[in-house]
């Protein structure tokens, strides 16, 4: 698929790997629905529409060469299991649910298992969007906990990575479809050892734009252009979203609130068709453990903070052995057949996509090349209503847009 087709069938997720490899003949900036967006400045090379076609996450979503994520078509490969949190309680308080990653990165990097962590850091360009940055230090990676409910394009400086001497040893944390492509490429660079690489990421429910973030600001009493800074989630989980003015000023709102009534309704349309927003392709996933209320649905009730861990391959089983043992994560077992539960939207979004999809080209409209995910392997899981229903809403929502 060539960049112009992907940004006209709004598959681009403004991941800003096309940016990234071709700076001087691609701008970057927002649209007109508030997301992230690559224009042409100039035409581009034939081997740089070659890569991103590959690539790029709104083009090829190819997970068909993960590392044996075969066994478990709904939930991908899982080596190891549980709900965790950051013994350092500062760590556990700032991070979304139990500041399990931030631990992660600074382990990896403690115990010289990566040489730096390629990951979104804080605003460089407003206080609606994150740019990705490279941290070397314990500190550095602090100050990136938390997850960060708007347009991001993590993959702006991957071509640093991906020109980094072949002995390097990075962690990368990024959304499902940006690990996977960020995998693949490395795959693919023949100077580099994908050994040397580990990737991590969470569940992923959708990527809210940019204008429901400043509708939310606009709803809790802050002007978006007197915001200066956005916390989603922490002290505590999930904790409230804090808005501070550039006054200083703070106003703030429940997760319920922000997520589930603002953020959550203005998602990406790719992520609308999205298979893989449980990260089959990373290393380690992390998401929220939440807990179940009586009638088996999240209940979003405030706790100290715990992060569902699932180790997919046996590099990162050995480096979460390595933290229980050094006392750095807490761990607890955790049943695999719960996460339907407590995760109800991913499993509708999985067992639902093959109906989404066939929406798509109903409509004679180009979905991304979809290639080993599992989802056609699972849609009876969902049943026959929930399938139509699923197919009819695509429809409307095609035709809407
Ligand atoms: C857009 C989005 C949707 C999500 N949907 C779900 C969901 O449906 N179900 C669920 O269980 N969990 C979801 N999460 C994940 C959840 O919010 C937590 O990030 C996860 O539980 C890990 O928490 P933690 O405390 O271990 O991570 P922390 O220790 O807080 O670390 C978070 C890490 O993620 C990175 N990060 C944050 N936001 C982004 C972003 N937008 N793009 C790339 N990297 C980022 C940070 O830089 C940091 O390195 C979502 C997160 C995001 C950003
Ligand atoms: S998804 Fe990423 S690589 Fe693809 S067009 Fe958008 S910004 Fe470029
Ligand atoms: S839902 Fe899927 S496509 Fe959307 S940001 Fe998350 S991983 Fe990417």
């Given at each position: 698929?060539?960049?112009?087709?992907?940004?006209?069938?709004?598959?681009?997720?403004?991941c800003?790997?096309?940016?990234?490899i071709?700076p001087?003949?691609i701008?970057?900036?927002e649209?007109?629905?508030?997301?992230?967006?690559?224009?042409?400045?100039e035409n581009?090379?034939?081997?740089?529409?070659?890569?991103?076609?590959e690539?790029?996450?709104?083009?090829?979503i190819?997970?068909?060469?993960?590392?044996?994520?075969?066994?478990?078509?709904?939930?991908?490969?899982?080596?190891?299991?549980?709900?965790a949190?950051?013994?350092?309680?500062?760590?556990?308080?700032?991070?979304?649910s139990?500041?399990?990653i931030?631990e992660?990165s600074?382990?990896l990097?403690?115990?010289?298992?990566?040489?730096?962590?390629?990951?979104?850091?804080?605003?460089?360009?407003g206080?609606?969007?994150?740019?990705?940055?490279i941290?070397?230090?314990?500190d550095?990676?602090?100050?990136?906990?938390?997850?960060k409910y708007?347009?991001s394009?993590?993959?702006?400086?991957?071509?640093?990575?991906?020109?980094?001497?072949?002995?390097k040893?990075?962690?990368?944390?990024?959304?499902?479809?940006?690990?996977?492509?960020?995998?693949?490429?490395?795959?693919?660079?023949?100077?580099?050892?994908?050994?040397n690489?580990?990737?991590?990421s969470?569940f992923?429910?959708g990527?809210?734009s940019?204008s429901?973030?400043?509708?939310?600001?606009?709803?809790?009493?802050?002007?978006?252009?007197?915001?200066?800074?956005?916390i989603?989630?922490?002290?505590?989980?999930?904790?409230?979203?804090?808005?501070?003015?550039?006054?200083?000023?703070?106003?703030?709102t429940?997760?319920?609130?922000?997520?589930?009534?603002t953020l959550g309704r203005?998602?990406?349309?790719r992520c609308?068709?999205?298979?893989?927003?449980?990260?089959?392709d990373?290393?380690?996933?992390?998401?929220d453990?939440w807990?179940?209320?009586d009638?088996?649905?999240?209940s979003f009730?405030?706790?100290?903070?715990?992060?569902l861990?699932?180790?997919?391959?046996?590099k990162?089983?050995?480096?979460?052995?390595?933290?229980?043992?050094?006392d750095?994560?807490?761990?607890?077992?955790?049943?695999?057949s719960?996460?339907?539960?407590?995760?109800?939207?991913?499993?509708?979004?999985?067992?639902?996509?093959?109906?989404?999809i066939?929406?798509?080209?109903?409509?004679?409209?180009?979905?991304?090349?979809?290639?080993?995910?599992?989802v056609?392997?699972?849609?009876?899981?969902?049943?026959?209503l929930?399938?139509?229903?699923?197919f009819?809403?695509?429809?409307?929502?095609?035709?809407?847009?």
């Open positions: 698929m060539t960049l112009k087709k992907i940004i006209e069938d709004n598959h681009c997720i403004g800003g790997l096309c940016k990234s071709s001087a003949q701008n970057f900036s649209n007109s629905h508030g997301f992230l967006e690559p224009s042409l400045l581009l090379p034939h081997n740089a529409e070659a890569f991103i076609s690539f790029c996450p709104g083009s090829n190819d997970i068909s060469l993960a590392p044996e994520n075969k066994e478990d078509y709904m939930w991908g490969r899982i080596k190891k299991i549980g709900k949190y950051s013994t350092s309680s500062n760590t556990r308080l700032a991070g979304s139990g500041g399990v931030t992660i600074a382990y990097l403690a115990k010289g298992i990566v040489d730096s962590v390629y990951h979104l850091k804080s605003p460089d360009e206080p609606f969007t994150f740019t990705p940055g941290s070397n230090s314990d550095e990676i602090k100050k990136s906990v938390g997850s708007t347009a394009p993590t993959l702006l400086r991957i071509n640093e990575l991906l020109e980094s001497e072949s002995t040893k990075w962690a990368v944390v990024a959304k499902p479809c940006e690990i996977s492509a960020a995998r693949r490429m490395v795959r693919s660079a023949k100077h580099l050892d994908e050994n690489f580990v990737f991590i969470f992923c429910a990527l809210p940019i429901a973030n400043k509708k939310l600001s606009s709803k809790i009493g802050i002007p978006p252009e007197d915001v200066s800074s956005i989603y989630r922490g002290n505590g989980c999930p904790g409230n979203t804090i808005i501070t003015s550039n006054t200083g000023r703070q106003a703030s429940t997760y319920k609130e922000a997520w589930g009534n203005d998602i990406h349309p609308k068709i999205c298979p893989d927003g449980i990260g089959l990373a290393d380690l996933v992390c998401a453990a807990d179940m209320d009638s088996g649905y999240p009730s405030e706790n100290e903070g715990f992060s861990v699932i180790s997919r391959t046996n990162a089983s050995a480096f979460l052995n390595g933290m229980i043992a050094d750095k994560i807490s761990w607890a077992p955790y049943e695999s719960n996460i339907q539960y407590a995760q109800p939207s991913q499993f509708y979004r999985r067992t639902t996509l093959v109906s989404r066939l929406a798509l080209k109903f409509l004679m409209k180009s979905p991304p090349k979809i290639l080993g995910t599992g056609s392997k699972i849609i009876f899981a969902a049943g026959l929930t399938n139509i229903k699923a009819a809403g695509m429809v409307k929502r095609q035709w809407r847009l």
